[in-house]
């Protein structure tokens, strides 16, 4: 008799079988991403396939050149030159920029000639000396890559908690593993004491501590407070040395200034003065020429430092949640490297913040206390800059080459409240206007230091005195102050809520935010502000006088002005036009009650002020506290994330953090060949299409029938990504910008999605030459051996042959033939100039509820070609 099989073991050894037949073993071979900067790894295609769609979004690419108006003097540095990857899902677009007519006078002295190591001059030819540096194999305090990858690991990327990484090396080196291999670090606590041992640039935090001395003032009568006997702590890095680490960054080689210069755009008579970077400026010509007065500064370089401070809150009802960082960069760098957040910003110091109770806070003993330790403060900070503002240091640059420097104090970022603090003026004065008798009164921590005066050196600041301050808290606040005071109540609200929904029905744009609930949300934020500006205008045309809307767009029209990267002596003189409409315009909320006071507040008073920061400082784009308030994210939430002390509204959804994930499933089930995409698309007239497109390429006959429609099969593409110069918004390397334009029949699992472009047609009855079309889908198919990049548009016509006279702006109507069909054409990707936005004219009616951003496209007869989009859409749609 035949035994029964024991079950269990029967299972365990079912189990055991499948583990080794059907389980992956580890593979270390991995495919490394192709995308220039990225370091993800692979196992196979399949999963660098996915990546490559989820984060890169690699496009079906177009060929593009640069408008006229945004050449670029300079060639771009060769990492654009590289030839792009094969396309692989969707279509892109790339062109390089040319040279511009553009010379520079630079200054006869302070030429940045390169020395060797002990100072002595050599050669301009001669080559950088080899740099000494640690051994490769030397990764001190870890004992080798490995604990270095995985440090980074753990802590960085993937932040884990104390408890789960003592878990992790339990498991790694405990009883379980058989190899009994040691883990790369014993626990938490070894990872931290590494990580901290960790040299960073050889800048170590430092601390010092004030107090407030009741023999430095008169103290009679003075009731003594709970703030006097309190002792305030800063932490700093050294600027000195950050500053020669910026220097040394081979990053910034080829984005930095060695020499200042005077840069002009024309010939002879003709030319005219531009300003672009820093060095560009009077303000660090006019210190060049002091520093010159002694012949030992000759040859050396120039290096302004420049300082920014913005106070942050962290979070509520949890006690101290208030930090004060204080940033530094280098007027050397350019402004769209600033702007782009690679390094050329750096965290200096975390300044200290005297608090009191709410009876001593307005006390004038405590409120001059916090300003002088301010400035006490800022001056032992900046203290180890101060003997290389004599006499020159040598510092090595990133192109290897060694450089006498002297340093100077420069611009300093800082709002409105923090510019009173730093000027010592009382609030609602000008900051930027000297006043010799505070220098009795306070010691200014530019006192200290040679050829520096804070009240020069306020420099402009466009998010907290254009965006923030006069659009959302002063323009944006008065109309609805005016609507409140002009209609009853509830019609005002009725108002209001109609303006809200205006928003809601902005078109989808690439990096545009959207308010599906219009403007009104408590928790407003600069990029809430830059957003509104860009929609806000038509939203209110027709619910207000034509005053108002006039006042708004010259205001837009200035704003968007000032943040061009490159600005000559001609956008001068439209900046003071703009202005002065701006201010003539604005009147009317004066005359209406709104304003009875009239405009004395400084955010707009210090438009005034623009013209002649821009001559000392250059283009105002690259001084910016934007710049400085996204360096909170890494100097500040990140850390304060990971005490696990999460801040209110730090998490963010998951649309927020992978923006350009989409699905690439509809995309495969398109059509395969032209007659299935006429049929998927509904548009039987498609070949015939074709067949003229064809025609037009090819300068063939039109002896074409049906049957000569190209049988061979088509890709069908959701999207294509425009790669245009446009170095006044944020943009990569060279001031390359990317753009991904959509022709989707579903946009993340919901409605349809077709942006709409500008086309170059060189008619003379366009926009500059260019023409707006809707993209209804891309496609490519071969004919003849040749590969046709192709897009099917519905052109939209012009509407007069001038822009709007209140709006600003183009105008344009979706075009019909006859019967009420939509006029399309087949045109070459290679016309597509990139994305443009349009927004309904939506008139003097109240929308209805059901219009929302992805349907107003189809429900309105006209559109504004809407410039204020972005910088680059304001400079060729102007």
């Known amino acids: 008799m035949s035994q029964a099989p024991d079950v269990p073991a029967m299972r365990s050894m079912n189990a055991q079988t499948f583990r080794c037949s059907k389980r992956k073993t580890f593979n270390v071979n991995l495919i490394l991403c192709p995308h220039p900067g990225c370091s993800r790894t692979f196992k196979n295609r399949s999963g660098l396939m996915q990546h490559r769609h989820a984060i890169h979004d690699f496009s079906f690419e177009i060929q593009r050149e640069a408008p006229p108006n945004e050449m670029q003097d300079e060639a771009p540095p060769n990492e654009m030159q590289e030839e792009a990857p094969p396309y692989d899902g969707d279509v892109e677009m790339d062109y390089q920029p040319t040279s511009g007519g553009t010379h520079r006078d630079y200054h006869p002295q302070l030429d940045g000639h390169i020395c060797d190591e002990a100072g002595d001059f050599i050669h301009p030819d001669s080559p950088p000396p080899p740099y000494t540096s640690r051994a490769p194999d030397d990764w001190t305090p870890y004992h080798n890559q490995l604990e270095f990858e995985m440090a980074e690991f753990l802590y960085m990327k993937v932040q884990m908690s104390g408890g789960d990484i003592d878990k992790l090396m339990h498991l790694w080196g405990g009883t379980l593993a058989k190899h009994n291999d040691a883990p790369p670090f014993a626990d938490r606590r070894d990872l931290y004491s590494t990580i901290d041992n960790t040299p960073v640039g050889d800048v170590p935090w430092k601390s010092f501590s004030m107090k407030y001395n009741a023999n430095n003032h008169d103290t009679r009568n003075v009731e003594s407070a709970p703030w006097m006997e309190k002792t305030y702590t800063t932490w700093f890095h050294n600027p000195h040395t950050i500053i020669r680490n910026m220097l040394a960054n081979p ?444 025609y037009d390429q090819l300068l063939a006959d039109d002896s074409h029938t049906s049957d000569d429609v190209p049988l061979s099969p088509i890709k069908v593409f959701n999207s294509a990504v425009a790669t245009f110069f446009a170095p006044s918004d944020p943009s990569g390397i060279g001031g390359m910008r990317h753009e991904h334009i959509r022709a989707a029949p579903s946009w993340r699992r919901g409605p349809p999605r077709c942006d709409t472009v500008f086309i170059n047609t060189a008619s003379e009855d366009s926009i500059n030459g260019m023409e707006v079309g809707r993209v209804l889908c891309f496609f490519s198919f071969c004919h003849s051996k040749e590969i046709f990049p192709c897009a099917l548009i519905h052109w939209f016509k012009l509407i007069g042959n001038k822009p709007d006279p209140d709006i600003g702006m183009w105008m344009v109507q979706p075009s019909f033939h006859e019967d009420g069909s939509q006029e399309l054409f087949i045109i070459h990707l290679d016309t597509i100039i990139r994305a443009s936005h349009l927004l309904p004219i939506f008139g003097n009616d109240f929308i209805e509820d059901d219009i929302k951003f992805h349907n107003s496209l189809d429900l309105f007869k006209g559109f504004y070609v809407n410039k204020f989009v972005d910088h680059n859409s304001f400079k060729i749609a102007s």
């Not at 800022?378 to 503002?389: A, G, N, T, V, Y």
């Not at 005071?485 to 019609?491: F, Y």
């Not at 909320?589 to 400082?617: A, C, E, K, W």
């Open 251 to 694: 990053d910034f080689k080829d984005e930095m200034d060695y020499v200042l210069y005077r840069e002009f755009n024309g010939e002879g008579d003709n030319a005219k003065r531009q300003w672009r970077n820093m060095m560009s400026g009077n303000w660090a010509w006019d210190q060049a020429d002091e520093i010159a007065k002694d012949p030992l500064t000759h040859g050396a370089t120039f290096v302004p430092v420049i300082l920014g401070s913005n106070k942050t809150t962290m979070s509520v009802a949890t006690g101290q949640n208030d930090y004060y960082p204080l940033y530094t960069s280098i007027g050397n760098v350019h402004n769209n490297v600033c702007r782009a957040h690679r390094n050329a910003v750096a965290i200096v110091s975390f300044l200290a913040i005297p608090k009191t109770a709410k009876k001593y806070a307005e006390d004038p003993h405590f409120r001059k206390f916090k300003k002088q330790l301010l400035h006490s403060s800022l001056s032992k900070i900046l203290l180890s800059l101060k003997p290389s503002m004599s006499i020159p240091e040598v510092a090595r640059f990133g192109d290897g080459h060694f450089r006498c420097v002297i340093y100077g104090l420069g611009p300093y970022i800082a709002d409105y409240p923090e510019q009173s603090a730093l000027a010592c003026v009382v609030y609602n004065w000008c900051a930027n206007i000297h006043f010799s008798l505070l220098v009795d009164a306070f010691h200014l921590f530019t006192n200290d230091f040679p050829r520096a005066d804070i009240h020069e050196l306020l420099s402009p600041d466009i998010l907290h005195q254009i965006i923030k301050g006069a659009f959302k808290d002063h323009l944006v606040t008065w109309v609805e102050q005016y609507l409140l005071k002009e209609h009853r109540k509830t019609r005002a609200k009725g108002i209001l809520d109609d303006i809200d929904r205006r928003i809601a029905a902005a078109p989808s744009f690439a990096g545009l935010r959207r308010f599906p609930e219009g403007r009104g949300f408590s928790q407003w934020t600069g990029d809430d502000s830059k957003t509104l500006m860009k929609v806000y205008l038509p939203a209110i045309e027709g619910h207000v006088p034509q005053d108002i809307v006039r006042c708004f767009r010259t205001f837009l029209e200035f704003c968007y002005i000032v943040r061009q990267d490159i600005i000559t002596e001609d956008t001068l003189e439209k900046l003071a036009d703009a202005l002065q409409h701006f201010h003539q315009y604005r009147k009317i909320f004066q005359d209406t009650g709104v304003r009875l006071n009239g405009f004395l507040l400084p955010r707009q008073h210090s438009l005034s002020h623009y013209v002649l920061l821009i001559h000392m400082f250059g283009a105002p784009n690259g001084l910016c506290s934007s710049i400085t308030e996204s360096k909170h994210i890494k100097a500040v939430k990140e850390p304060w994330r990971r005490s696990s002390k999460w801040c209110v509204g730090g998490a963010k959804s998951t649309e927020q953090l992978n923006p350009l994930i989409k699905s690439n499933i509809g995309e495969r089930s398109r059509a395969r060949n032209i007659r299935a995409l006429a049929v998927e698309m509904d548009i039987p007239d498609l070949p015939r299409l074709v067949r003229l497109f064809l």
